[in-house]
Nanobody, 124 residues
């Protein structure tokens, strides 16, 4: 089992920045790729970004490219999501997830381990 705990959410004005953290514990060797997803009220969960533990390969949803950056700290077993130029449409509950799959996967069903989520609210 892999346990994931997100932090760093909050309320920010449009154009502002936030950095989310996801601390992984347990059988972290079971996870090759870490993903960030978000779910806005009344909408389906959607992929945001992901990164591999091994070489740090990243990929992003089109809606966040150029604004968000995912990174990892191997020593701390922690993954980060730096969010810049935030927009009201970025408002959502943000989840960290872990997958044993090393190649690029964006479907939530490919990630068996999930955190509780952290709320991000962007005011206009």
């Amino acid at each position: 089992q892999v346990q994931l705990v997100e932090s760093g959410g909050g309320l920010v004005q449009a154009g502002g920045s936030l950095r989310l953290s996801c601390a992984a514990s347990g059988r972290t060797s079971s996870s090759s790729r870490m993903g960030w997803f978000r779910q806005a009220l009344g909408k389906e969960r959607e992929f945001v970004a992901s990164i591999t533990w091994s070489v740090g390969t990243t990929n992003y949803a089109e809606s966040v490219k150029g604004r968000f950056a995912v990174s990892r700290d191997d020593a701390k077993n922690t993954v980060y999501l730096q969010m810049n130029s935030l927009k009201p449409e970025d408002t959502a509950l943000y989840y960290c997830a872990a997958s044993p799959i090393s190649y690029i996967v964006t479907q939530a069903r490919s990630y068996p381990y999930w955190g509780q989520g952290t709320q991000v609210t962007v005011s206009s």
